[in-house]
């Protein structure tokens, strides 16, 4: 029996979400560009320093910035610069679609949040809205 290697795909999906995650950091407008740690985290990510791109933006993310609260999330599906962990993802994504104003980038952020979620076991989901709803808790005005 041969096995058919789906390597090629999985670098492929991998490829893309890199792409994605270099366009969020670069052109989604948002306040967190104007924090100290957003240029470093751009150069660190385009030479291939993702944990420390991932050290960068998590502050940004952590205090509400919708933009990088969407790279964290790409981040973490794919495990760069930090380990892969789709229940992560989830809630990175979906506190990135609670806190964009603008409805395309919602609907960017939905899209992929949608895909992680079919990733998911029912359980993980409910934990990933778990946690992404006890984040807004804490820290909605």
């Known amino acids: 029996m041969t096995k058919i290697s789906t390597y090629g795909a999985e670098r492929g999906a991998i490829d893309t979400v890199r792409r994605t995650i270099f366009a969020v950091a670069l052109f989604l407008g948002g306040t967190f560009s104007a924090q100290a740690g957003y240029e470093d985290g751009k150069v660190a990510y385009a030479r291939g320093d993702y944990g420390a791109a991932f050290r960068e933006w998590l502050p940004g993310a952590a205090a509400g910035d919708a933009r990088a609260q969407h790279v964290i999330g790409l981040m973490y599906s794919i495990g760069e610069g930090v380990r892969q962990d789709d229940v992560q993802a989830h809630m990175w994504i979906d506190l990135a679609v609670a806190n964009y104003s603008s409805p395309t980038n919602q609907h ?18 409910r934990r990933a809205r778990h946690m992404a709803q006890a984040w807004l808790a804490n820290h909605t005005r």
Do not use: T
């Open 108 to 125: 960017r952020a939905a899209r992929f949040r949608q895909r992680i979620a079919e990733r998911l076991s029912p359980e993980q989901l």
